[in-house]
């Protein structure tokens, strides 16, 4: 080591060696939201990713780092409530272009929108058949339950029999 301490020093430590003066402030800079990180991270909601993964590929463009987890929801807060809608306003936003230019009259925009209608149809009969009550497990019999109503019709039916015998030999001459 040696003993010329250069002119970017402004002091020594207490083991002798020099200290600079930092430019700037301590830490990682505050991370920079931009609307190209925002519309992605409506994007990537709307494909059903989870708050991990959608960290993972956002990137702060001053560190060239991914962000964290909570960094992503302190910034993007507004599009990570609104993770519900996402798929639904990307799905309106493909449908109104297609019909635009369905009704400009360009075929094969009207065929496509005539396929993405049947797929629509479908979607909202599968939401209708999920939201009809299903059969509850109370309502269900169980093993013992079938076996006593089986019991108490085999005996009802070996009465009746039993009766029918009982009237044929009764109707008899000896």
Not at 100 to 122: C, M
């Amino acid at each position: 080591m040696t003993d010329e301490i250069s002119d970017d020093a402004f002091a020594l430590n207490l083991f002798g060696e020099p200290v600079y003066a930092r430019a700037g402030k301590r830490g990682r800079p505050r991370f920079e939201r931009t609307d190209e990180n925002a519309r992605k991270v409506s994007m990537l909601l709307a494909c059903g990713w989870s708050n991990d993964r959608i960290a993972k590929v956002i990137v702060d463009p001053r560190t060239g780092l991914a962000i964290s987890v909570p960094t992503l929801k302190r910034y993007f807060r507004a599009e990570l409530i609104e993770r519900d809608a996402a798929r639904d306003r990307l799905e309106a936003r493909r449908l109104m272009r297609i019909w635009e230019q369905a009704d400009k009259g360009n075929v094969g925009a009207e065929r496509v929108l005539a396929q993405l209608l049947d797929r629509q149809d479908r979607m909202e009969i599968e939401r209708k058949l999920s939201e009809r009550p299903k059969q509850h497990a109370a309502d269900k019999l169980g093993k013992k339950q079938i076996d006593k109503l089986r019991a108490r019709d085999a005996e009802a039916d070996l009465m009746a029999e039993l009766e029918n015998e009982a009237g044929q030999y009764a109707a008899r001459p000896n």
